[in-house]
């Protein structure tokens, strides 16, 4: 009893401390979502665990920090995947199959474009720093995928979701998690595998397999979708959604595939039923409260201390990638046929890095000593959460500040757009 008491103060104050981070972040006007990654850090055994209260209040009354700190339990860790997987829920349904089919041009030209500038720069800064292919496969993935998580809850927050710029962000997400899924069968194959190409092929043929199955319960399940949740009950409704949505997002887990592709697949499904503002209005609340607890799980399990030895690579990768990702996605917006205003509120949204590198630095983390080896494994994990925490921080203040940055930057824009298109003189 006393140690299942403590477990529920744990959890009392960890949403407490979530629940005082947005209230701060309410108060000054600011994304909830770095506040919470912080909160999380701060009371994380990295921070307030190494706080020596005894000696610093010069009594032994006093308990040590590590007696305070918070750390990993199974209810935060399921809370963050609960998390992942409603907001990758809520992303697919904003985007049924119908209207990725009729955006697959658009979606396959900026996903491209975000592909090659993005994972081009990360490949070669991964060269460049480890001289060989797969911590340099590493580091690209770690660069360039975007938030969904973030950029999802970020779109919702800042009322962008029924906005021009949504598509293309959205677009660009849904190629983006697309892609990554069979980038993790790879990476894990390669990394926990010591290079096995032939155990690669057979776990990239099942996220394939699962991904194309995937599809079809989305083209052919609308009708099955549509009677499970034709029901007078709220709370029906609730625990149907939610079984149908975990259920199958911890099969995917199960066999090598991302759980929040899963998700998004799902929802998509519902998207195509008559039940879609029910499902939003019914399971907002549950959302934004496993989110919150996934952005704290990422401060939680942030050694700042790590960043000490890559704060170099960190900068540099920063320089490198922030504009590529602007430049990626501001030529999305113009695939979208979207104005220079727009297109740059593109390129800003999609900034956001975040769960998917994490991912990445832990399967790097699990190889070392394997398929990598073990400086290079702590160098890639302590690189991408370092970059993860300052890329989540600086792309939602980015979106934050979307319109003051418009306003500063869109004219000039403007004017070269207008000097370009004048025929040139004699």
Same mark, same amino acid.
């Given at each position: 009893m006393a140690v299942e008491s403590t477990a529920l103060i744990d959890v009392g104050v960890l949403f407490a401390a979530v629940a005082l981070a947005g209230l701060l972040a309410n108060r000054i006007g600011q994304s909830v979502i770095p506040f919470y990654i912080v909160i999380g850090m701060a009371l994380s055994p990295y921070v307030l665990g190494r706080i020596d209260f005894? *000696? @610093?209040?010069? &009594? /032994?009354?006093?308990?040590? #920090? !590590? %007696? $305070? *700190? @918070?750390?990993? &339990? /199974?209810?935060?860790?399921? #809370? !963050? %995947? $609960?998390?992942?997987?409603?907001?990758?829920?809520?992303?697919?349904?904003?985007?049924?199959?119908?209207?990725?089919?009729?955006?697959?041009?658009?979606?396959?030209?900026?996903?491209?474009?975000?592909l090659l500038i993005n994972f081009g720069i990360g490949l070669a800064l991964g060269y460049a720093i480890f001289g060989s292919f797969l911590p340099a496969f590493l580091t690209a993935g770690v660069v360039y995928i975007s938030s969904s998580a973030i950029i999802t809850k970020s779109l919702i927050d800042l009322g962008w979701i029924a906005n021009d710029e949504a598509d293309p962000m959205l677009g660009t997400l849904v190629y983006e998690d697309l892609f990554i899924a069979v980038y993790l069968a790879i990476a894990s194959a390669l990394v926990l595998g010591g290079g096995d190409v032939v155990e690669a092929a057979g776990q990239i043929g099942i996220a394939i397999a699962f991904i194309l199955i995937l599809l079809l319960l989305v083209y052919l399940g609308t009708a099955w979708f549509q009677r499970s949740l034709e029901i007078d009950s709220h709370e029906f409704v609730v625990l149907r959604a939610l079984g149908i949505t975990v259920l199958i997002s911890g099969a995917a887990l199960a066999l090598g595939v991302s759980e929040a592709v899963a998700a998004f697949f799902v929802g998509m499904a519902f998207s195509s039923t008559g039940h879609v503002h029910e499902l939003e209005n019914l399971l907002e609340p549950l959302r934004d409260t496993f989110a919150a607890i996934f952005f704290f799980w990422i401060g939680l399990i942030t050694d700042p201390t790590l960043f000490l030895d890559v704060l170099g690579l960190i900068a540099i990768a920063v320089l490198l990638t922030a504009p590529s990702k602007l430049l990626s996605g501001y030529i999305g917006g113009r695939v979208y046929d979207l104005d220079e205003r727009r297109s740059l509120r593109v390129g800003l949204g999609m900034t956001t890095r975040g769960e998917f590198s994490l991912i990445i630095a832990s399967i790097a983390l699990a190889g070392a000593g394997v398929g990598l080896a073990q400086g290079t494994a702590e160098t890639i994990y302590a690189f991408a959460v370092g970059y993860v925490l300052f890329m989540s921080i600086l792309g939602t203040t980015l979106m934050q500040y979307a319109t003051r940055i418009e306003d500063a930057v869109v004219p000039q824009l403007e004017t070269r757009s207008e000097a370009a298109s004048q025929p040139s003189g004699d």
């Open positions: 005894p *000696a @610093l209040l010069g &009594t /032994d009354l006093a308990p040590h #920090g !590590a %007696e $305070l *700190a @918070l750390v990993e &339990t /199974d209810f935060i860790h399921l #809370g !963050a %995947e $609960l998390g992942i997987v409603l907001l990758l829920f809520f992303l697919g349904l904003e985007f049924n199959l119908d209207r990725l089919i009729a955006a697959k041009e658009r979606i396959g030209k900026a996903g491209t474009w975000d």
